[in-house]
Every structure is written in structure tokens, then in C-alpha cells.
């Protein structure tokens, strides 16, 4: 059956890919939310009444796994292949193959990356000295342009793409996209800890030279720290431990 996207059904599915996660359970995982978005797609194409809708929809209520951002992507794919009037079995086998590399990119573009850096973010701004409340403001602005802009692009990218969206999510290098939002989150971090120093009873109570040495160690470290990462980190745990336990030895 092939048929043309109407505007309120690519709107309603891409609302309802919010709560996706909504229904997660064990065996199905996020399979139960993806049905429920796809269902407005469904509707149009096979109709609306149970028994017309039975079997499209229980062919998206298999097991389908991967992160609740990215999994736009096959949302919107999915949506294009049933306007295509693809076969069930290779709408099937495509969210077979595109659920562990959605799952596993998104893992390390949004958790291990955008998340830490967006809360780097917001610390910086608070022992830079500004309210409390700005600093919230400041994260929950930041990683929710990150992850809407994350949501729309993806589905987006399904939609126009299909089946063939393998070969765009590579050319897309979210990799390299990874790599540079953790060196922000690198610089952030030294940006926070030399806050931290320079505040009420850090570097500034030591003297000028001890922040003269924190200021070139930072900037050293901009330079050719991920050269040397091994030995500086081994060096900053250290100091760290120093620092804590000082009162406690003298």
C-alpha cells in the first residue's frame, strides 16, 4: 500500500516519538512506544478500525531497542518505508540492523558527552559567579537545544532517506561530532577547576606563584595534553589528594 505523508500524521508521529520511552518494558524494550508513535501512519494507510489495524501493528510491537533520541531516525525511516509500500519483512529486518548502531552512537553522543558537558557548562557559570538559577537556566536551555535539535535531525533524516539512511548516519560522522563535544567538555573542566582554585581558599590564599603555575599548567595543557593525558591525569589525582588531606596533616 503506498500513499503520500499527510502533514498531521509526520507531526503526530514526531510528538509522539517524546514517549517513546514511555511504555519500556523487558520484553519489548522501547518496541511499545515505537508502535504507539508509528500508529498515526498506520491509520492512514490501513485504516482505522481494529481488525484493519491488527496486523500493521503488531508488526511494530516486536522488541526494538536503541537511544530514545536517536531512535527518530528509524521513526522517520520507518515512516517513509510504510508510505513506500515496502515489505513487512524489510521494514522488519531494517529495525533489526539499525537498532544497535542508533543505540550505541546515541549512548556516546548524548550520555557519555553532551550530558557532561552541558552540566560543565552550567558549573562554570555558577563559580564564575552568577545565581544559582541562571546556572540551571543555562543547562536545561543548552542540552534541550541539543537534544530537540538531536530528535528533529534524526527524524528528519529518516524521512527523507528511508531505508538508504544507513549511508547518510555515516557520512554524518556523529563520531567526530563525539570526539569535539569531549574536548569542550575537557577544556570546561579545566576552565571549573581553575574557578574552583582561584576561589575563597583555593590558589589565591598561596600566593602569586602557585596561580602562576596553575595558569601555565592549564595552558600547557590546551596544547599538548593529549599527548602527555596519561602521566597529567596520574599528576591531577595526586594533587587532588594532596590538596584534601592537607589540614589533615598538618
Known amino acids: 500500500m503506498k500513499g503520500t505523508l499527510t502533514r498531521s500524521t509526520v507531526v503526530s508521529t514526531f510528538a509522539r516519538s517524546f514517549l517513546i520511552q514511555g511504555s519500556w518494558n523487558y520484553h519489548t524494550m522501547i518496541g511499545s512506544g515505537f508502535a504507539f508513535a508509528v500508529l498515526p501512519a498506520l491509520r492512514q494507510f490501513f485504516g482505522r478500525s481494529d481488525e484493519e489495524l491488527e496486523q500493521p501493528l503488531r508488526r511494530h510491537l516486536e522488541h526494538f531497542n536503541a537511544h530514545p533520541y536517536l531512535s527518530s531516525v528509524a521513526l522517520g525511516a520507518t515512516l517513509r ?12 529486518r531494517f ?61 528528519q533524516t529518516g524521512l527523507n532517506e528511508g531505508r538508504r539512511v544507513g549511508r547518510y548516519l555515516g557520512q554524518a560522522a556523529l563520531g567526530l561530532w563525539t570526539n569535539r563535544v569531549r ?10 577547576a581553575g574557578l574552583i582554585l582561584a576561589s575563597d581558599g583555593g590558589l589565591g590564599e598561596i600566593g602569586a606563584l602557585w596561580t602562576a603555575l596553575a595558569g601555565s599548567a592549564f595552558l600547557g595543557g590546551l596544547v599538548i595534553g593529549h599527548l602527555v593525558w596519561r602521566p597529567a591525569a596520574v599528576a591531577v589525582v595526586a594533587a587532588v589528594a594532596l590538596l584534601a588531606t592537607w589540614g589533615v596533616v598538618q
Open 183 to 192: 574536548a569542550t567538555a575537557t577544556l570546561l573542566l579545566g576552565v571549573l
Open 81 to 92: 518505508m510504510e508510505a513506500d509500500g515496502e515489505d513487512p519483512e524489510t521494514i522488519k
Open 95 to 155: 529495525k533489526v540492523a539499525v537498532r544497535g548502531p542508533l543505540g550505541s552512537l546515541g549512548d556516546a553522543l548524548v550520555w557519555a558527552s553532551w550530558l557532561p558537558t552541558v552540566s560543565l557548562a552550567s558549573l562554570v557559570v555558577y563559580w564564575w559567579g552568577a545565581p544559582g538559577w541562571v546556572s540551571v537556566v543555562v543547562f536545561l536551555g543548552l542540552y534541550n537545544v541539543g537534544h530537540i535539535g538531536l530528535r528533529v535531525w534524526g527524524f
